[in-house]
């Protein structure tokens, strides 16, 4: 999928969760920066057919804090079958769930 229509994908997903995407690079690694109150942030790098890079989307944190919700997700996108960004997005919300559970922001 072309890294335009991956961030479109992106910014739909961001209107109905507590997550914005506050970062979208293709030159390198093919990565979207996602954000939330309190405090939690992740990325994904997305995998790129056309040039043999990344074979599935892997899920990180530059917070430590982040990384133990994240393992969930990150087993996941490794385990059978390929996945899609929205199905990673998903899984990486239900693993954030508890943190973000007393967040007041609602959209």
Known sequence: MEFKQLVEVAEKWCSSVPFD??????DDERRLDFY?????????????????????F???SESEDCLPFLQVAQDYITSC?????LEVLDKVLTSFRPAIAGSTRHR
């Open 21 to 26: 995407l506050i970062f979208a690079e293709e």
């Open 36 to 56: 939330a109150e309190p405090g939690i942030s992740f990325y994904v790098l997305c995998p790129d057919n056309m040039t043999g890079g990344i074979e599935h």
């Open 81 to 85: 079958g390929k996945k899609t960004l």
């Open 58 to 60: 892997h899920v990180w």
